[in-house]
């Protein structure tokens, strides 16, 4: 039985529900037929929406979390990671242990791409800046695309911090996977290392590039000036 404040929660979203917005995000998401999304629910609520709830609901007991991230409904899972983050980041050292170690037992509920992007780095990544990564090294070789997304994009927590190591390492592990959103995400953290040091990422570049796939290079290069952009793509580096 949903307590009252999911119940409250529940009510909010439905009255910010928009049936175009969700229509939308159907199609947007990939919820069709052996898609990545299939199955999934939207009610239609943009983002900057969910924020601003998610900061009215911040102090949400974390069984009430564990209500609305386990819902069918994409947005509610959405906005119980933003929760999540909100608390992790204004939290003491236990807070943030207690929420690292809840979204890791609900991962499976974190499991579409937006939903890993707006948590993996501030959760995840934040937890393990000071301590060991072996959990992103484990999670790379997974089976489920969602954990193997997790893997790269919490490394972008140690990239603001000039930490590029573990970045590279699991853009190794992924150069050779078989779904585009992980040659998105890996390309993604290539580009934001090269953002804050070009020559090493250059240097992963021009060791892995020519057996790359094309997504990947695209995003890792797409600020790149025109020339050496173009250099990549014709394999002429």
């Known amino acids: 039985m949903p307590s009252q404040a999911v119940k409250q929660i529940r009510k909010q979203l439905t009255e910010l529900s928009d049936a175009t917005i969700a229509e939308h995000s159907l199609r947007f998401f990939k919820t069709g037929p052996g898609q990545y999304g299939e199955g999934d629910r939207f009610i239609g609520i943009r983002v900057p929406v969910l924020r601003k709830v998610a900061r009215e609901h911040r102090l949400l007991d974390l069984k009430d979390v564990k209500s609305v991230l386990q819902s069918p409904i994409h947005e509610e899972r959405l906005l119980a990671l933003l929760v999540l983050v909100l608390q992790f980041e204004k939290g003491d050292a236990a807070t943030r242990k207690a929420v690292y170690d809840f979204y890791i037992e609900h991962l499976t509920h974190v499991n579409n791409w937006d939903l890993v992007d707006s948590s ?6 934040g937890h393990l800046r000071d301590r060991s990564r072996r959990p992103l090294y484990r999670w790379a070789k997974s089976n489920d695309l969602w954990e193997r997304r997790v893997s790269i994009i919490a490394t ?3 990239i603001k911090d000039n930490d590029f190591d573990d970045t590279l390492a699991i853009a ?3 150069l050779h996977d078989d779904h585009d959103l992980i040659h998105k995400a890996v390309g993604w953290m290539l580009r934001e290392v090269g953002n804050r040091d070009r020559a090493v990422e250059e240097s992963f570049l021009k060791e892995h590039y020519h057996g790359m796939p094309r997504t990947m290079l695209r995003y890792a290069i797409e600020r790149f000036p025109e020339r050496r952009r ?5 394999g002429t580096v």
């Open 172 to 174: 190794e592990l992924l």
């Open 120 to 125: 993996a780095h501030q959760i995840v990544g």
């Open 230 to 234: 173009k250099a990549y793509l014709n």
């Open 156 to 158: 972008y927590a140690f």
